[in-house]
């Protein structure tokens, strides 16, 4: 796994946290090392990329299909709406 690339792929706006390395867990390593054999195998177009993402108020990690050159999010699992509604749970039981 190349650590340059998965840096790359882990910076992400103000609304998402990433995790420090240090403090990633088995899971969320696999999912690093998925990502970038995924990234790396050619199986989405060249103008594509999987990026990974811990979403700040839920702690659930995000991925994300990018356009390369725009940056513009193609398709986000889980989509956006559920996160919204995961963080007012949250908020509501907090």
Known sequence: MEIQQTQRLLQVPDALDVVSIEKRTPEQKGLIEAVTTVNKSGL????????????????????????RKTREV???????????????????AG
Do not use: H, W
Not at 44 to 67: C, H, P, W, Y
Not at 74 to 92: G, R, S, T
């Open 44 to 67: 989405l177009s060249q103008d594509k990329e999987l990026t990974f993402l811990m979403d700040r108020d839920t702690g659930r990690a995000v991925i994300r299909v990018v356009n």
């Open 74 to 92: 193609v398709q986000q699992i889980p989509p956006e709406y559920v996160l919204d509604v995961a963080k007012a749970l949250v908020k509501q």
